[in-house]
């Protein structure tokens, strides 16, 4: 009977490829046909993922050379000429270089202070709340801002900051000045923040409360019958228990650090605005296609995409040390 | 099980907690009810208007009738409810095909293959050697451009996956001695015995490419082709207004233009809100096996 070294099962295909002990081919070439042979279907319908995956998601990643090159279109990523790391030296002594990556960091950090922790506090009130009823009522409706697309609420954000939106009625209602908030560089991040735990505070609690409901009950009635009060009890038995998802998500909440979303920020900003609303994404955008320099923009794609490694494997390695917790 | 007895202090934190969750709900909805209740109103009052909105100031259909009567927002619809249909048709077969290949028993490079696709997830071309495969695959200012890219996203495969693998094997072993292959296997035997992976996968998909709108503004150049959420940008983000607003004085002009992108964002909105009720429950489950999976 005939078996490959590491699959086992399908013995009825294998009883077709019997051959008498000592001829069996070696080499990958022979491997290769043996597995065809076995799992035809397999390969046919691997095929097109595999192909799928090549054209769209590794020949992009070929095309990053023309980092290195000065492409040009008509030439081809292959007949470009080479020019190293000029356009990386370009991109580090040019002004966008400190106003790109400060803001990508800036927004990136109050994105940690501020969003990161939002849905944990808001799924631990959340859990807190007794009525099954309010609860389900409380979690439809807060998830709903996720649902609503990017254009949708920039168009609403648009609309409350402007001078007579609804933000300056209100602010207006309580003897404040009114303004234009979009245009005003210092408002930028606040408001990119704020609307970013308004729209994804709901949605983001749901991990959370799960993390809370696979907490053994024991635990907290030990730590009752311990005379701990509530807070204690938070603080020893439901933090902890939630340790884990807490940390995986921080993990590659860091690992994203540097590719702040982009999208909205497109919709928001504005040239008054773009001291402290340009992240690298965006100007990768603006250099890229509007200003179609190409290779200049792939090289600042590469710089954001090769800190965004070094920033999730040091994140993932400080996270196995310190918590024995890790994404690999 | 000990009963825990509540302390006042407990009964406190309780009240502000809903105190709390009540804030909660409102700052949530009143976004929201304050776009209805403009977009509902008579465009000059509303102008006129400063402060929170309870009710329309006066009562006016006019916004809608603008936005209805925009040509633009048609052509968004049927080319948006195309790409999600077809797109997300397209979507669920082939992440169903890619997670049947890596959910069976098979073929020696399974463990490579598993690592190459995972890859995908952290690094990637980047916008312009995207941009420019788009271009060299003839795909520019064609909707597939919208479908093609992004045909199978690695985390939904994974999810999948998982749900492939809890199929018992015995029942694929029995339909394969009744003669059927691999296809017959996915499609008669996994995909049935998976369905609500299916579903929640699908709504993903689905509300991906209803909101997605980033794809559509760098390869699309016709503006026949542009989906909802292109024009809408264009209407409520960057206000160009002008092909609705029919009425002769500049104060007129603009005071409609302020209502009737309120009304834009509900004629663009009500779908998702009318759906997403009856499916929220399955998002989060959605959510949940992803979670569990990760």
């Known amino acids: ?328 | 099980m000990a009963v825990i007895k509540k302390s006042a202090g407990d009964h406190i934190f309780d009240f502000i907690n809903a105190v709390f969750m009540c804030f909660m709900i409102v700052i949530t909805l009143y976004p929201f009810i304050y776009v209805v209740m403009a977009s509902l109103s008579v465009p000059k009052l509303f102008l006129a208007h400063t402060g929170l909105l309870l009710r329309p100031v006066g009562f006016s259909l006019e916004s809608y009738e603008a936005v209805l009567r925009n040509p633009n927002i048609k052509i968004g619809y049927v080319n948006t409810v195309f790409i999600v249909v077809v797109g997300t048709l397209c979507n669920v077969i082939a992440t169903a095909i890619g997670a049947y290949v890596l959910s069976r028993k098979g073929p020696f490079w399974k463990g490579p293959l598993m690592f190459i696709i995972v890859i995908t997830m952290f690094v990637g071309g980047g916008l312009v050697p995207n941009y420019i495969l788009i271009q060299n695959l003839g795909l520019y200012n064609s909707l597939w451009s919208l479908i093609l890219p992004g045909l199978i996203s690695t985390h939904n495969m994974i999810v999948m996956r998982t749900a492939f693998q809890g199929i018992p094997e015995s029942l694929e072993e029995s339909a394969r001695i009744d003669g059927a292959n691999d296809w017959t296997i996915l499609f008669k035997v996994i995909i049935p015995l998976a369905i609500p992976t299916m579903a929640v996968i699908s709504l993903f998909y689905a509300v991906s490419h209803w909101n997605s709108w980033f794809s559509a503004m760098i390869y699309l150049k016709d503006k026949t082709k542009y989906p909802l959420q292109l024009v809408l940008r264009e209407i409520i983000v960057q206000s160009q207004v002008s092909d609705m607003t029919t009425m002769d004085s500049y104060m007129d002009r603009y005071a409609v233009s302020q209502t009737v992108k309120y009304a834009t964002i509900m004629v663009a909105t009500i779908p998702i809100l009318c759906v997403y009720p009856f499916l929220q429950k399955y998002f989060v489950k959605g959510v949940m096996i992803g979670a569990i999976k990760g």
């Open chain 1, 1 to 328: 009977m005939e078996f490959t070294e590491k699959q086992k099962g399908r013995k009825h295909m294998a009883a077709k490829s019997l051959s008498p002990a000592g001829t069996r081919k070696k080499g990958v070439g022979a491997m290769l046909k043996r597995d065809f042979m076995k799992y035809k279907g397999i390969y046919a319908l691997a095929v097109p993922v595999l192909a799928y995956f090549i054209i769209f998601k590794y020949i992009p990643m070929y095309g990053i050379t023309i980092a290195f090159k000065n492409y040009v279109p008509t030439k081809g990523i292959f007949g470009s000429d080479w020019v190293g790391f000029e356009h990386f030296m370009r991109f580090f002594k040019s002004v966008y270089f400190k106003r790109t990556v400060l803001n990508t960091l800036i927004i990136s950090v109050y994105d940690v202070i501020f969003g990161f922790p939002a849905p944990i506090i808001f799924a631990l009130l959340l859990n807190e709340v007794k009525n099954n009823i309010f609860k389900r009522t409380i979690q439809t409706i807060t998830y709903l801002p996720h649902f609503i697309s990017t254009v949708v609420i920039a168009g609403m954000i648009i609309d409350f900051t402007s001078q007579n939106g609804l933000i300056n009625n209100i602010i207006a209602l309580f003897g404040g000045e009114r303004t234009d908030m979009l245009m005003r560089p210092e408002m930028f991040r606040g408001i990119y923040i704020i609307s970013g735990i308004w729209q994804g505070v709901g949605w983001g609690s749901i991990i959370y409360l799960s993390a809370l409901s696979s907490i053994d009950q024991e635990q907290y009635e030990a730590a009752y019958i311990d005379g701990a009060n509530r807070w204690q009890q938070a603080i020893n038995v439901t933090l902890p228990g939630i340790m884990p998802t807490i940390t995986i998500l921080f993990i590659l909440k860091i690992g994203g650090l540097m590719s702040v979303g982009s999208e909205k920020i497109l919709l928001l900003y504005s040239p008054v605005t773009y001291e402290t609303a340009d992240i690298i994404s965006t100007f990768i955008y603006r250099k890229g296609l509007l200003d179609m320099d190409y290779s200049f923009s792939t090289a600042v794609g590469l710089f954001n995409s090769i800190i965004n490694i070094i920033l999730l494997s040091t994140a993932n390695a400080l996270s196995r040390k310190v918590n024995e917790t890790s994404l690999w």
